[in-house]
């Protein structure tokens, strides 16, 4: 194990020029001043009660909505000390304030909602805020580094209240935004260059446990089976930058989770045959599985083949350990998804005469309430209903359907350390100008919170009505159910959520 972990450690190391290489790459290459987004990594530890300290890394993507304001959605998850799987998401907004061509003021609000080991204790009903200052210094394209003082509160209940110095890495990710949906055919006819390659896949991941790990209660560990969503960007042809999270869905373990970040490499075998290897770094834990700190390395290779133009199949195998915890496996991961921006060049003129929309994405900012629909379908606090804040992803593959992918976490109603992630389908249809209806479905997992949710798999089916306040921006309110396929969570869920639409994808 300690040999394993050795190796882990100077395979990170070297991988990290990799992470740098194809970012610069897309830097050196930008036409348009409209390009304006940014990826950025904090880390900082927090003060925990009983002289316990929680090393976490942030992690975000973020767009400058002005020269001097910027939001974007992201993560907090441990990675250090003794609370692997404490994990959070929500959104940030931040105001930047330059005082020199290289220097800068920056201060900003993150609001989100997670948790995990050490549960309702720690992390209360889930609701996090952050407030922060900092000092930042552009290094050229390569982005900026940043160094400040931040505050975290967990108010509701929680017992988490720190200030602590921090440090930051920002990298520019450009990609061509307007607010809006497109409807331009001739501004898509007149773009010069293919759009950048982007995939989003459901994943499906059986890890088989090293036999000498035990779980943190001491008994041995059984396999998981997790499901999840992948993203990728694609840099160039062969270089992609991923994001996944996945959930334990079956084989017990309900309630970890972890969330993967890293860099990646495809090779093409023959027409539509693909041979893939990425190496990954992030945050994971919870259901009694041992990741210590819950700092977490994968490796895995693969191979993809295209059954369309757009959609694709994969499988891989991996190696997938804890840095600090015993926790050690081996993986086989099968995927299916859809890559936009594959084959659009030859398509572009046909695109554009037929009048079609460019594919769009939407990110919405989600809150959802749980209502009792079973008497059992919690562990406690059963006659309280569940607050939960997220973010949700639609990638529109047409005018009116999409894929949506979705993050959420409780922040009130007693059940702190709750997370969901679920990917699915939905349509949108215009009613009138500015009215729309939307339905989707979708399955994932869940766990957390004292939420009777059986191994972690569960279902969603939502029913909404829309308003474009804007074309960028949109409202909307839903009604669904939601229910566990093998445990007892049974819920009629009512949720509003607030969009913004970018003409092409992240």
């Known amino acids: 194990m300690t040999f394993f972990r050795k190796v882990s450690k100077l395979m990170l190391l070297g991988a990290l020029p990799c992470f740098s290489a194809p970012v610069y790459a897309a830097t050196d290459s930008i036409q348009s001043p409209d390009n304006n987004a940014a990826v950025k990594a904090v880390y900082e530890e927090w003060d925990l009660p009983g002289d316990e300290s929680m090393g976490m890394v942030g992690l975000g993507v973020s767009h400058e909505l002005s020269d001097y304001f910027s939001m974007g959605i992201g993560t907090w998850m441990a990675v250090r000390g003794e609370r692997g799987g404490f994990i959070t998401l929500g959104i940030d907004g931040t105001l930047h304030v330059p005082l020199t061509d290289r220097l800068g003021l920056e201060s900003g609000v993150f609001v989100g909602a997670g948790g995990g080991r050490g549960g309702y204790n720690l992390s ?138 890293g860099v990646g490499a495809r090779l093409p075998l023959a027409d539509d045959f693909y041979a893939t290897a990425d190496l990954s770094v992030g945050g994971g834990g919870g259901g009694d599985v041992d990741t210590g700190g819950g700092l977490l390395f994968d490796a895995s290779a693969g191979l993809q083949f295209f059954l369309t133009d757009n959609f694709f199949a994969g499988v891989s195998g991996g190696y997938l350990t804890s840095f600090s915890g015993g926790f050690e496996s081996t993986s086989i991961a099968l995927n299916l998804g859809y890559e936009a921006g594959r084959g659009q060049d030859r398509n572009l003129s046909r695109t554009a005469a037929k009048g079609d929309d460019a594919e769009s994405l939407r990110v919405r900012l989600v809150n959802q309430t749980y209502f009792k629909a079973d008497d059992h379908w919690r562990t406690h606090h059963v006659d309280e209903d569940i607050q939960n804040l997220g973010v949700q992803i639609d990638y529109f593959l047409d005018r009116n359907w999409y894929l949506s992918g979705q993050g959420l976490a409780a922040y009130d109603g007693n059940a702190g350390a709750y997370m969901t992630g679920l990917l699915g389908a939905g349509i949108r249809k215009n009613i009138t100008d500015r009215f729309y209806l939307n339905a989707e479905a979708l399955a994932g997992a869940a766990g957390g919170g004292g939420v009777a949710v059986g191994s972690g798999l569960v279902w969603q089916g939502n029913l909404g009505l829309g308003y474009d306040i804007t074309p960028a921006i949109s409202v909307m309110a839903t009604a669904g159910r939601m229910e566990a396929f093998d445990g007892d969570f049974r819920s009629n869920v009512l949720g509003l959520s607030l969009g913004y639409n970018f003409n092409s994808p992240l």
């Open 124 to 261: 209360g009903g889930g609701l996090m805020l952050r407030t922060h200052a900092a000092l930042t210094c552009r290094i050229g394209s390569w982005g900026s580094l940043g160094a400040g003082v931040s505050y975290v509160d967990f108010p509701n209940s929680g017992s988490i209240s720190s200030v602590q110095p921090f440090v930051s890495l920002s990298l520019p990710f450009y990609f061509p935004v307007e607010g809006g949906m497109e409807r331009n055919a001739d501004r898509i006819s007149s773009r010069q260059d293919p759009p950048r390659k982007h995939s989003l896949a459901v994943i499906g991941r059986d890890l088989q446990v090293s036999s000498s790990t035990n779980t943190l209660s001491g008994g041995d560990q059984d396999d998981l089976a997790l499901l999840g969503i992948e993203w990728r960007t694609y840099f160039d042809e062969t270089w992609y930058a991923k994001l996944e999270m996945e959930g334990a869905a079956s084989r017990g373990s309900t309630g970890y989770m972890q969330i993967l970040t």
